[in-house]
């Protein structure tokens, strides 16, 4: 949230209870220039404190600093934030799988077939849970263990990054893919996992984001 400076909280209170009041007039009340006021009535209206309408002078909004931040992370859309995906063909093995997991560092995996369409997701337990049985891991195709389409959670690019991680938390999964639709049928652009929702949650404090 933006920390507000004490000038500026003053501002805010003026117009609060004086509102509609043109700049001048709150310059005049702070015994300050107009000019020297500038800078601060654009934070606060940029910021969403204050509302400005031309001839007219500046409106208090009546929203608190959490509530224009609830607003902004409402907006927030996973074509900002989806990362890489990996992805996989449905032929490969197991093994494969697996050592594309280590190579690629992500625990979870994209398996498309021969047109590059979603057609499956791969876990870090899917996989672990094929490696525990009899089978021989290096003949074993991924396609036969994967969670496959209808069943696959996917998400696009303008979709809201709080309905993804909504659907991270009800599914109990770690990651989305981002998908275009195309005449064959998905293509996968992107992913949104646990680690971008961390990562937001961290950028959001250090940006003193509103
Ligand atoms: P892990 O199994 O390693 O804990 P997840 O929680 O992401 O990782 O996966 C749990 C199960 O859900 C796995 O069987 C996996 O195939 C499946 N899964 C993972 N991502 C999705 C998704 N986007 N849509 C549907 N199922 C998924």
New binding site residues.
């Given amino acids: 949230m933006v920390e507000l400076s004490n000038r500026q909280e003053k501002i805010i209170e003026i117009v609060k209870h004086n509102g509609p009041i043109t700049g001048e007039h709150i310059a005049e009340r702070l015994n300050l220039t107009r000019a020297t006021l500038r800078p601060d009535l654009a934070i606060l209206t940029m910021a969403g404190f204050l509302d400005a309408r031309p001839r007219v002078g500046y409106f208090y909004t009546g929203k608190t600093g959490s509530e224009l931040l609830t607003e902004k992370i409402k907006k927030f859309q996973v074509s900002d934030y989806q990362s890489v995906p990996i992805v996989v063909d449905e032929g490969a093995s197991v093994y494969d799988a697996i050592s594309t997991m280590f190579l690629e560092d992500v625990?979870?995996l994209f398996i498309v077939d021969d047109r590059s369409c979603l057609i499956?997701?791969?876990?870090?337990?899917?996989?672990?849970r094929a490696a525990i049985g009899k089978q021989d891991l290096s003949t074993l195709p991924v396609h036969i263990i994967?969670?496959r389409m209808p069943?696959?959670?996917?998400c696009r690019k303008e979709d809201l990054l709080i309905d993804v991680a909504n659907?991270l938390i009800n599914?109990?999964?770690?990651?989305?893919?981002v998908v275009k639709d195309t005449a064959n049928g998905m293509e996968v652009v992107g992913r949104i996992t646990k680690t971008t929702i961390t990562k937001v949650f961290v950028e959001l404090i250090a940006d003193n984001h509103i």
């Fill in positions: 625990g979870t499956g997701v791969v876990s870090r337990k899917d996989l672990l994967m969670t069943n696959v959670t996917v659907h599914k109990q999964i770690d990651g989305l893919p």
